[in-house]
């Protein structure tokens, strides 16, 4: 079986991957109006400014939907596995798309599950990840 990609960091989401090795959960947030955003982005969708810092977050929240992969796009992931987007506590606008880890009956799932980040070593790089709280 072929190993899991190791994500890149970049210059742009190393604060995200320097929060995920400390096993925090840091998003951008808008220094304007404090609207989080799932990734970094050039203007903020909610007031439009343009200047961002990182912010931890508490890592809950609920399944907004999710989909079961049968066919993996990617090396190294067993099939079937459970793609989610996770609706943050903090903002529930703020939606963050990863796979579900951990023990979960597939026939169950259903959306408003609450969920909690967990941190998985994959390559020298902490992967954040959900799994049912």
Request: negative net charge.
């Amino acid at each position: 079986m072929a190993e899991k990609p190791v994500p890149a960091p970049s210059e742009e989401t190393a604060p995200y991957w320097e929060g995920a090795r400390r096993r925090e959960l840091v998003l951008p947030r808008c220094t304007g109006c404090g609207w989080y955003v799932a990734q970094p982005r050039l203007v903020c969708p909610k007031c439009q400014g343009e200047t961002f810092d990182w912010h931890p977050v508490s890592g809950t929240g609920k399944i907004h939907t999710c989909t079961i992969v049968h066919q993996a796009a990617a090396p190294g992931f067993d099939v079937p596995y459970v793609v989610v987007r996770v609706s943050l506590d903090e903002q529930p606008e703020c939606l963050i798309t990863t796979n579900l880890v951990g023990a979960y009956d597939v026939e169950r799932l259903d959306i408003g599950l609450p969920v909690v980040v967990e941190f998985e070593e994959r390559g020298g790089v902490s992967l954040p990840q959900f799994r049912l709280e």
